[in-house]
């Protein structure tokens, strides 16, 4: 079986900032088939798109080519930074989101705007009962 490590690389960091292969492409200034291609394994990208490919991301060769030096994986170290800022409690949440099916994270979302629009309504309730200050004003 083949091994496309690099392909793979360039997939995962092009879905991890959100471009299609159609923007990705024209970025590269190449056509989508060829970055489809390189992506499939089916090509393998001369050493001018590697390193345009690599500056982008801001990763190095060796990370696109699958020599990650003592485990290094940029993606993952970004992932550890973005959760340092989260409480302990928050951060196992975040791992348990993390392991939920594609699925499961779709009905997760769903039901976290049903509570969103439930502390809404519960927000507007509360500003309408609360007791209003009149305005007195001294007449003579």
């Known amino acids: 079986m083949k091994s496309n490590i690099l392909g793979n690389n360039i997939r995962?960091?092009?879905?991890?900032?959100?471009?299609?292969?159609?923007?990705?492409?024209?970025?590269?200034?190449?056509?989508n088939t060829t970055l489809s291609q390189y992506e499939s394994g089916?090509?393998?990208?001369?050493?001018?798109?590697?390193?345009?490919?690599?500056d982008y991301f801001k990763v190095s060769l060796d990370y696109l080519l699958?020599?990650?030096?003592?485990?290094?994986?940029?993606?993952?170290?970004?992932?550890?930074?973005?959760?340092?800022?989260?409480?302990?409690k928050e951060n196992v949440i975040l791992d348990d989101i993390e392991s939920l099916s594609p699925e499961s994270k779709k009905e997760l979302e769903k039901y976290i705007q049903l509570l969103k629009l439930k502390d809404t309504i519960d927000k507007s309730k509360s500003e309408m009962s609360s007791p209003l200050t009149p305005n007195v004003s001294e007449g003579k």
């Open 12 to 31: 995962k960091l092009r879905e991890k900032y959100e471009l299609t292969q159609i923007e990705f492409a024209k970025i590269l200034n190449i056509s």
């Open 42 to 54: 089916n090509r393998i990208p001369n050493d001018e798109i590697k390193l345009k490919i690599a």
């Open 66 to 88: 699958g020599r990650e030096i003592n485990n290094f994986d940029p993606l993952r170290v970004e992932e550890e930074t973005e959760k340092v800022a989260f409480s302990n």
